[in-house]
């Protein structure tokens, strides 16, 4: 079914102009300036923006953590990303201790295959890895999963020790791949924890105020000083504050191969919504937690001048009943994660472009193209260019919406809050076109489950690997690295 997408505003990363795109199957096949073709599909985009289909590089569905499990599947978390214009999302799967990540990625391929709206790649969370089973790394690269997380943070349950991410660390440089850290020094914050809970500060905001913006900036500069000694490169997570920020601008004025992201929540939201009344606060009990808002500035400062170099959602929705409920006497047992994926391109395209924080080129880098570069999808995905997967989004820059749960049901997350309530957003997605195939028409969802693929990502191909980054799967060999001192 071929598809003409006529009188656009075509914007990419770089790239502002009108023009015709033609689809003949799955990849975009044609841009002109003025297209005489037929189609089985016209869709006319006067006034409208096509931009290519967001890449969200940080999801977590129906993912087990803190005693439940996140509320969306690949079912419902992926149409709600199509709706808001997401057309490829990474998702986490979990190596526990012990096991092998190779298992663990059948088992996250066994949640998602047949199942998602949009296509989809995964990340490794690796929580120990001996020496024994550094060799399944390749493997995994061979299967297209080119990146890891390693945590900081959640002693006894996710935390990494130092010798470990630093193991880790040298064979992603061997291979190409690249681990994302989550880096928040959780020993001294669960002292933390330990300390506020024996003076009875049991309410959510205790979450934030146990884990201050100093650690996340320890954790930082930890994860960076090993990359720099393993010669590996490095993506910080969900990065929230100044301090983490100056630490990540830091390591990259020394060379060290440093990425980070944030994430809207962070831009948007500050540590005032830990005084909502009751439990309510629950809601934005998240890692790391919400911070004073003037870091928001600094934030988009970073985002600004590429010290941050994507925006993710990082989303992990628990509902606020019965899963957020299971630390209502214990902040520290309430389940860490809010939701977002189905809001990020309005909100940033609003408070980001509107804002005049960012320039219209700059929000499709920072929510496609630099999150596709870096995780090795580029240029299959994260641009509208002849070759490339059709995946775009006609987006109104002139539709307005408040987003709301509770007035009226904006989203199509499973989840019974929205973390952005009321907040109102001009610039909405209208229609989303999956690899040639329309999966959102006008706002009404057409597609189905098993729309999407599982896409086997090349190898870390951000900046600072040249034109050793290769597009997802292409036959590159992983980039050869020789370790100082460890050859
Ligand atoms: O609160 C969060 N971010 N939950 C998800 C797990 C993580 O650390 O990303
Ligand atoms: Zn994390
Ligand atoms: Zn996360």
Same mark, same amino acid.
């Given at each position: 079914?071929?598809?003409?997408?006529?009188?656009?505003?075509?914007?990419?990363?770089?790239?502002d102009?009108?023009?015709?795109?033609?689809?003949?199957?799955?990849?975009?096949?044609?841009?002109? +300036?003025?297209?005489?073709?037929?189609?089985?599909?016209?869709?006319?985009?006067?006034? +409208?923006?096509?931009? /290519?289909?967001?890449?969200?590089?940080? @999801?977590?569905?129906?993912?087990?953590?803190?005693?439940?499990?996140?509320?969306?599947?690949?079912? @419902?978390?992926?149409?709600?990303?199509?709706?808001?214009?997401? @057309?490829?999302?990474? %998702?986490?799967?979990?190596?526990?201790?012990?096991?092998?990540?190779?298992?663990?990625?059948?088992?996250?391929?066994? =949640?998602? !295959?047949?199942?998602?709206?949009?296509?989809?790649?995964? *990340?490794?969370?690796?929580t120990?890895?001996?020496?024994?089973?550094?060799?399944?790394?390749?493997?995994?690269?061979?299967?297209?999963?080119?990146?890891?997380? $390693?945590?900081?943070?959640?002693?006894?349950?996710?935390?990494?020790? %130092?010798?470990?991410?630093?193991?880790? $660390?040298?064979?992603? #440089?061997?291979?190409?791949?690249?681990?994302?850290?989550?880096?928040?020094?959780?020993?001294?914050?669960?002292?933390?924890?330990?300390?506020?809970?024996? =003076?009875?500060?049991?309410e959510?905001?205790y979450?934030?105020?146990?884990?201050p913006?100093?650690?996340?900036?320890?954790?930082?500069?930890?994860?960076?000083?090993?990359?720099?000694?393993?010669?590996? /490169?490095?993506?910080?997570?969900?990065?929230?504050?100044?301090?983490?920020?100056?630490?990540?601008?830091?390591?990259?004025?020394?060379?060290?191969?440093?990425?980070?992201?944030?994430? /809207? !929540?962070?831009l948007?939201?500050?540590?005032?919504y830990?005084?909502?009344?009751?439990?309510?606060?629950? +809601?934005?009990?998240?890692?790391?937690?919400?911070?004073? =808002?003037? &870091?928001?500035?600094?934030?988009?400062?970073?985002?600004?001048?590429?010290a941050?170099?994507?925006?993710?959602?990082d989303?992990?929705?628990?509902?606020?009943?019965?899963?957020k409920?299971?630390?209502?006497?214990?902040?520290?047992?309430?389940?860490?994660?809010?939701?977002?994926v189905?809001?990020?391109?309005?909100?940033?395209?609003?408070?980001?472009?509107?804002?005049?924080?960012?320039s219209?080129?700059?929000?499709?880098?920072?929510?496609s193209?630099?999150?596709?570069?870096?995780f090795?999808?580029?240029?299959?995905?994260?641009t509208?260019?002849?070759?490339?997967?059709?995946?775009?989004?006609?987006?109104? /820059?002139?539709?307005?919406?408040?987003?709301?749960?509770? &007035?009226?049901?904006?989203? *199509?997350m499973n989840?019974?809050?929205?973390?952005?309530?009321?907040?109102?957003?001009?610039?909405?997605?209208?229609?989303?076109?999956?690899?040639? +195939?329309?999966?959102?028409d006008?706002?009404?969802?057409? #597609?189905q489950?098993? &729309?999407?693929?599982?896409?086997?990502?090349?190898?870390?191909?951000?900046?600072?690997?040249?034109?050793?980054?290769k597009?997802?799967?292409?036959?590159?060999?992983?980039?050869?690295?020789?370790?100082? #001192?460890f050859?």
């Amino acid at each position: 079914m071929s598809v003409l997408i006529k009188n656009g505003r075509v914007v990419t990363a770089i790239d502002d102009y009108k023009a015709d795109i033609y689809i003949g199957e799955s990849q975009v096949d044609v841009i002109g +300036k003025t297209l005489v073709m037929e189609a089985d599909t016209v869709i006319d985009a006067t006034d +409208k923006l096509v931009i /290519p289909g967001g890449v969200d590089p940080h @999801t977590h569905l129906e993912m087990p953590f803190g005693g439940t499990t996140t509320s969306d599947d690949f079912v @419902t978390g992926t149409r709600a990303a199509a709706f808001g214009g997401t @057309t490829t999302l990474i %998702d986490f799967a979990i190596q526990f201790k012990g096991a092998s990540t190779l298992a663990a990625l059948d088992t996250w391929h066994s =949640k998602a !295959q047949g199942k998602t709206a949009i296509d989809y790649g995964f *990340h490794m969370i690796i929580t120990d890895m001996p020496e024994s089973r550094l060799h399944e790394m390749r493997r995994l690269s061979d299967e297209g999963v080119t990146s890891y997380k $390693m945590f900081m943070a959640y002693p006894g349950v996710l935390l990494s020790d %130092d010798g470990t991410i630093f193991r880790t $660390m040298r064979k992603a #440089g061997e291979d190409g791949t690249l681990i994302c850290m989550h880096a928040e020094n959780g020993i001294v914050i669960d002292e933390l924890v330990q300390i506020a809970l024996k =003076k009875g500060q049991i309410e959510p905001k205790y979450h934030a105020y146990t884990r201050p913006t100093r650690l996340e900036a320890e954790g930082v500069h930890r994860a960076l000083a090993i990359a720099e000694v393993a010669q590996a /490169p490095c993506y910080i997570v969900h990065l929230s504050s100044y301090d983490a920020l100056e630490q990540l601008r830091a390591a990259q004025a020394r060379g060290v191969m440093a990425h980070a992201e944030t994430c /809207p !929540q962070y831009l948007l939201l500050d540590i005032g919504y830990y005084e909502q009344p009751g439990f309510d606060a629950a +809601k934005y009990v998240l890692t790391p937690p919400l911070r004073e =808002k003037w &870091n928001q500035d600094e934030l988009w400062r970073g985002l600004r001048g590429d010290a941050l170099h994507a925006i993710s959602t990082d989303h992990c929705p628990f509902c606020l009943r019965e899963q957020k409920e299971i630390g209502r006497d214990d902040f520290s047992k309430i389940p860490n994660g809010g939701p977002g994926v189905e809001n990020r391109l309005s909100l940033i395209y609003h408070y980001g472009v509107g804002g005049g924080h960012i320039s219209i080129n700059r929000f499709v880098d920072l929510t496609s193209t630099a999150p596709a570069k870096i995780f090795g999808l580029f240029p299959k995905k994260g641009t509208i260019a002849v070759g490339s997967d059709a995946d775009i989004v006609i987006f109104d /820059p002139n539709q307005e919406e408040t987003i709301s749960y509770y &007035n009226a049901r904006t989203h *199509h997350m499973n989840i019974d809050y929205n973390a952005y309530e009321g907040f109102k957003v001009k610039g909405m997605t209208e229609t989303v076109i999956l690899r040639g +195939k329309v999966i959102i028409d006008r706002g009404e969802y057409v #597609g189905q489950p098993g &729309n999407g693929q599982f896409i086997k990502r090349g190898p870390y191909g951000g900046m600072y690997a040249g034109s050793a980054g290769k597009a997802a799967g292409s036959e590159a060999p992983a980039i050869e690295r020789k370790a100082a #001192g460890f050859s």
